[in-house]
């Protein structure tokens, strides 16, 4: 009996190490796991439904969100939290077709341009309060979204603009391969473009080094020389570029231009986010988790579509994928670290 409890344990220790070895930083191999065992269950309840059809859907459903979440990702690695990025895109992607109908301009590269620099203004509104002023990141994104919105339905417009501007609106039909019936667009390549830039960025310089050790402890990082609210002001500009580019996306994909659309996606884009790794206390976060994450949650909701179930019922199962998610990430961060004490006070007692 004790032989067999000795293997017992034994093979769980393997397993832990293997698991310790590939799960990845943040976690990632449960989350394509996770993915995996969904296309899974699609497979045995709908098999007709995973088709390249599909998997095009699943595609353009997710370039938005992940744009956005790549701003949202620098965020909340820094320990902060942001629900203004929807209005700040929808603005600059909003303004942007509004300035060039009123001028009756023309354009294919400038506009995203432009959209991201307003997104980079509005951006500052936030870097203004948080660094500046010291406000909670959550009530200052909040106030900043109710004036960017103000703001946009009071002197910008409130008109649906049904006709985007001739190039505009050919790179709205263009697309780089059809998956199926799916055509994906041509705007996936900077999108994706901009995920392995960011990922860089994180991992490869000192400002990003700066962002996970302001999540992981601010007043540690003012210690070692880290100017944070420097950082801080880096991030939530670039985070409304990220935004402002977003937007222009969305407005380019639907092929037309609504002040009141992007409205509560919030949800969706923190989801993928704190899914993918992101503790929402800060210090940790990746962007292929960040990529995973929103692969999971276009594919639940792209699933309930091609499962019948009324459009009620996403919101509600995003939001359980959320809690989930959340629960997840803080049990292993919270494993992580009760092993670390055990380590460490091995160490010492040795």
């Not at 060039?100 to 301009?105: D, L």
């Amino acid at each position: 009996m004790k032989a067999y409890t000795r293997r017992s344990r034994g093979a769980r220790l393997r397993v832990h190490e293997i698991w310790d070895r590939y799960k990845g930083e943040n976690h990632e191999t449960a989350l394509l796991l996770l993915i995996l065992a969904l296309l899974g269950v699609m497979a045995i309840v709908e098999p007709s439904a995973l088709t390249m059809t599909f998997v095009g859907d699943i595609i353009r459903s997710g370039i938005v969100t992940l744009a956005l979440a790549l701003g949202l990702l620098l965020v909340i690695i820094s320990g902060g939290m942001d629900v203004s990025f929807p209005a700040i895109a929808i603005f600059s992607g909003y303004a942007t077709i509004t300035v060039m109908n009123f001028f009756g301009v023309d354009g294919a590269l400038w506009p995203f341009l432009l959209a991201s620099i307003m997104g980079i203004a509005l951006g500052s509104l936030n870097a203004l309060f948080v660094a500046r002023y010291r406000m909670e990141t959550l009530i200052a994104s909040l106030g900043t979204q109710v004036i960017i919105r103000g703001v946009l339905l009071a002197f910008i417009g409130s008109v649906y603009i049904s006709t985007l501007p001739a190039q505009l609106d050919a790179i709205g039909a263009s697309s780089i391969m059809r998956l199926g019936n799916s055509p994906v667009n041509i705007l996936v390549l900077p999108v994706i473009a901009l995920a392995f830039l960011v990922s860089w960025m994180l991992r490869k310089t000192m400002f990003g080094r700066s962002i996970y050790a302001i999540g992981g402890d601010r007043e540690s990082a003012r210690r070692v020389g880290i100017r944070v609210p420097s950082v801080q002001v880096r991030i939530y500009l670039i985070a409304g570029a990220l935004a402002g580019f977003a937007g222009m996306v969305h407005v380019v994909l639907s092929r037309h231009a609504s002040p009141f659309e992007l409205v509560g996606t919030e949800l969706n884009v923190i989801a993928a986010v704190v899914i993918g790794g992101a503790l929402d206390s800060g210090g940790r976060g990746s962007v292929k988790g960040t990529v995973y994450g929103v692969l999971l949650i276009s594919l639940v909701q792209n699933s309930l579509v091609r499962l019948g179930v009324s459009s009620y019922w996403h919101v509600l199962v995003v939001g359980v994928v959320v809690l989930v998610g959340v629960a997840i990430q803080a049990q292993a961060s919270s494993r992580e670290a009760k092993t670390t004490r055990i380590l460490e006070s091995t160490e010492a007692s040795a």
